[in-house]
């Protein structure tokens, strides 16, 4: 799909570097072969002051790892119009040696990616697996410009990352169109299972880019097994380039209440990215209103990020998000719970080398 947006110049300039630097070790008669990935490193301090349990902690400063990674990407030209593809792409902490003394885990942490599909010029493109949620490709990109935190519309996990399949049509006149199916299963469970049984959750919408304007309207079935409340999620995000170097972004999101888990919200975020050179920087403010409470809450975030070279940056983030987060356990799965709090502002800083 085209990335054209100054509104996500950060990623086309910083966080896509590793596309760019991919080694390719393989191409020969239409099949191809890219190794690509990154090792970022920083120190992040600040963020929430208390525990689940409304206990005071430490939010001191920490060597950290910053979503380090490794990847192998694949295709083949099946003919002029269809080629096949896939993607496979690992996690690892880059900050320390884990092993019997630290979490017990060694080498790669986590499956990141890991899908397969084909791609027609002419009839769009097909894939399953374990990939990021359309959602967040084709409506909330736009906002989703920060390395760590800051974007308080839904991420690349929402209601995605494995036992997904998903279409999305070739451009057709500046319009895509995108379905996503995840399907939760019950399957080896021991009987009785679940009162819900197999469940799918559904996500689609549509993105029109033409010239400088971009704009994406999508839903979102969000169901309790994917650490949502069961009810509907919908958005409708844009970003306008003023010139090459200045892009303003606008958008609304918000899911239905549950009257039985809550959960429901309307957000609205206004933002903007400038790029001059090596440098970028990013500013976006939030403003959030939880259903069944009083106040509503601002969240802010700022970026500013610089290229040494085309495989090596540094970078500065903070991020007021004005809330507590407090684990919450919802039929059997980890969720998430914020109050307004006022925080101490988050910060990130740290380099990252792509190759």
């Given at each position: 799909m085209k990335k054209t947006l100054l509104a996500t110049a950060i990623i086309g300039a910083l966080g896509a570097s590793a596309a760019a630097q991919a080694a390719t070790v393989y191409d020969q008669?239409?099949?191809?072969?890219?190794?690509?990935g990154r090792i970022a490193m920083g120190i992040a301090g600040g963020g929430p002051e208390y525990n689940s349990n409304d206990e005071l902690i430490d939010n001191s400063e920490e060597f950290v790892d910053v979503y380090s990674r490794l990847g192998l990407r694949m295709s083949h030209e099946v003919n002029s119009d269809l080629t096949a593809?896939?993607?496979?792409?690992?996690?690892?902490?880059?900050?320390e040696r884990t092993g019997p003394s630290g979490n017990g885990k060694t080498g790669f942490n986590e499956v990141r990616q890991s899908y397969l599909g084909v791609q027609s010029k002419q009839y769009g493109t097909f894939?399953?697996?374990?990939?990021?949620?359309?959602?967040?490709?084709?409506?909330?990109?736009?906002?989703?410009?920060?390395?760590d935190r800051g974007l308080e519309f839904s991420g690349h996990p929402k209601q995605s990352r494995g036992d997904s399949?998903?279409?999305?049509?070739?451009?057709?006149?500046?319009?895509?169109?995108?379905?996503?199916?995840?399907?939760?299963?019950?399957?080896?469970?021991?009987?009785?299972?679940?009162?819900?049984?197999?469940?799918?959750?559904?996500?689609?919408?549509?993105?029109?880019e033409q010239g400088p304007i971009t704009v994406g309207l999508g839903f979102v079935d969000d169901v309790v097994r994917g650490g949502g409340n069961g009810e509907m999620m919908g958005g409708l995000i844009g970003s306008y380039a003023v010139n090459d170097q200045f892009s303003v972004r606008l958008g609304y999101e918000g899911r239905e209440h549950s009257d039985t888990l809550g959960g429901g919200y309307d957000t609205v975020g206004l933002g903007g990215t400038y790029t001059?050179?090596?440098?970028?920087?990013?500013?976006?403010?939030?403003?959030?209103?939880?259903?069944?409470?009083?106040?509503?809450?601002t969240a802010w975030s700022l970026g500013s990020y610089y290229k040494v070279s085309s495989n090596f940056d540094v970078f500065v983030e903070l991020n007021q998000a004005d809330q507590q987060s407090i684990s919450v356990?919802?039929?059997?799965?980890?969720?998430?719970?914020?109050n307004a709090d006022?925080?101490?502002?988050?910060?990130?800083t740290g380099a990252r080398y792509h190759f």
């Amino acid at each position: 799909m085209k990335k054209t947006l100054l509104a996500t110049a950060i990623i086309g300039a910083l966080g896509a570097s590793a596309a760019a630097q991919a080694a390719t070790v393989y191409d020969q008669d239409g099949t191809k072969l890219d190794v690509y990935g990154r090792i970022a490193m920083g120190i992040a301090g600040g963020g929430p002051e208390y525990n689940s349990n409304d206990e005071l902690i430490d939010n001191s400063e920490e060597f950290v790892d910053v979503y380090s990674r490794l990847g192998l990407r694949m295709s083949h030209e099946v003919n002029s119009d269809l080629t096949a593809f896939g993607r496979l792409e690992w996690r690892f902490s880059g900050d320390e040696r884990t092993g019997p003394s630290g979490n017990g885990k060694t080498g790669f942490n986590e499956v990141r990616q890991s899908y397969l599909g084909v791609q027609s010029k002419q009839y769009g493109t097909f894939q399953a697996g374990n990939f990021d949620s359309f959602y967040n490709q084709f409506v909330s990109l736009p906002f989703d410009v920060y390395i760590d935190r800051g974007l308080e519309f839904s991420g690349h996990p929402k209601q995605s990352r494995g036992d997904s399949i998903g279409y999305y049509t070739p451009n057709l006149e500046g319009w895509t169109a995108f379905l996503q199916l995840k399907h939760y299963s019950e399957r080896g469970e021991l009987e009785p299972v679940r009162d819900e049984g197999n469940v799918v959750a559904a996500q689609g919408g549509v993105q029109y880019e033409q010239g400088p304007i971009t704009v994406g309207l999508g839903f979102v079935d969000d169901v309790v097994r994917g650490g949502g409340n069961g009810e509907m999620m919908g958005g409708l995000i844009g970003s306008y380039a003023v010139n090459d170097q200045f892009s303003v972004r606008l958008g609304y999101e918000g899911r239905e209440h549950s009257d039985t888990l809550g959960g429901g919200y309307d957000t609205v975020g206004l933002g903007g990215t400038y790029t001059t050179g090596p440098w970028a920087f990013a500013a976006d403010v939030y403003n959030v209103e939880n259903d069944g409470e009083d106040d509503s809450r601002t969240a802010w975030s700022l970026g500013s990020y610089y290229k040494v070279s085309s495989n090596f940056d540094v970078f500065v983030e903070l991020n007021q998000a004005d809330q507590q987060s407090i684990s919450v356990n919802l039929d059997g799965l980890d969720s998430s719970v914020e109050n307004a709090d006022g925080d101490d502002v988050y910060y990130l800083t740290g380099a990252r080398y792509h190759f």
